[in-house]
């Protein structure tokens, strides 16, 4: 199997279903949410001034406290998701200003290129609401991904929304929680999925009727530019296949792009076709070529020749 190829599915390669985080309650039997008269009272509220704002720029904003007001949220991203290239920020609340550079400025710049999510989107994942777990590889959260831009930027989880708004283009809402400590529990996971049509059909609008192209005219500023088009998966598949060059051979540049992304030898091995044992070899062989000893090594290798590479593109 092609590693840079989407499976036939659409999805990634090596998603599994959903898991139960440190925090979180097991779905062990099904949800019923709910909300209190006065959470009910509030979020009708917000609705009824979001709906009133969605052709115009300023309908992100409400769409955020409504959303706030159904159950916590400690912060949310809200991106333009288009093929082929890198997502583009539209609104953004909550983010402590300590993690600001490491969230936006280094993620949008980069460090997307291992996001599982940008990934799945790039690949086909049906429009929707997801959990972090229902899309990332098998040992995601022991990844140095995880831990550099979810743990150390303090999040610890998050889910997304994302909106179809042509063949080409999608919106997302990303909702991050870990700041406090505290995960999403299985009832405002539950609420936040109920109300997964209403939020998709107004973020369609907002994307459709002038809104986005209000708010981007609104504050260019706050969105990073975006690099000339090029498909999100041969950008990849390009720097992996350049990354140790000529130290590494395609199999071990292979491996390193899985174990970056955060699959286990088991994972690897499965998308590779290959044994585990084969895979434990070529990641020795790598890490020995490197003359690295870690994941943490390997990742922190890996960011700083993305930065100096995509430098040397710069025009």
């Not at 955020?64 to 082929?84: C, D, F, N, Q, V």
């Not at 743990?151 to 870990?178: H, R």
């Not at 000529?246 to 955060?262: K, N």
């Amino acid at each position: 199997m092609n590693l840079f190829q989407a499976s036939p599915s659409g999805v990634l390669p090596g998603l599994r279903p959903a898991v139960t985080l440190p925090g979180m309650s097991p779905p062990s039997t099904p949800l019923t949410p709910s909300l209190s008269l006065q959470g009910l009272q509030a979020w009708h509220a917000g609705l009824s001034q979001a709906f009133n704002k969605v052709d115009d720029g300023t309908f992100l904003g409400y769409l955020a406290a409504a959303l706030s007001a159904l159950t916590p949220i400690e912060s949310m991203m809200i991106s333009l998701e288009r093929k082929g290239l890198p997502p583009q920020l539209l609104f953004e609340q909550g983010i402590v200003g300590a993690y600001r550079d490491e969230i936006i400025n280094r993620y949008f710049s980069r460090g997307y290129l291992l996001d599982p999510f940008c990934l799945a989107v790039e690949n086909g994942l049906a429009e929707g609401f997801y959990h972090l777990s229902e899309i990332a590889p098998d040992d995601f959260f022991s990844s140095e991904y995880y831990k550099t831009y979810y743990l150390k930027t303090g999040g610890a989880e998050d889910s997304y929304y994302i909106v179809d708004l042509d063949p080409q283009s999608k919106i997302s809402l990303c909702m991050f929680q870990g700041l406090s400590g505290e995960r999403f529990s299985r009832e405002p996971l539950a609420l936040l999925r109920a109300v997964e049509p209403l939020v998709r059909e107004l973020l369609r609008r907002f994307g459709t009727a002038g809104g986005m192209q209000q708010r981007l005219r609104q504050a260019p500023g706050d969105s990073l530019p975006a690099f000339a088009p090029a498909n999100l998966n041969q950008q990849i598949e390009a720097a992996f296949m350049s990354f140790g060059n000529p130290l590494l051979t395609v199999r071990e540049r292979e491996i390193a792009h899985l174990i970056l992304r955060g699959h286990s030898v088991k994972s690897t091995a499965k998308v590779l076709e290959i044994s585990p044992e084969t895979v434990r070899m070529h990641r020795k062989n790598l890490y020995t070529k490197l003359t690295i000893n870690s994941q943490a090594e390997l990742f922190s290798l890996f960011i700083d020749w993305l930065t100096h590479s995509h430098h040397r593109a710069a025009p």
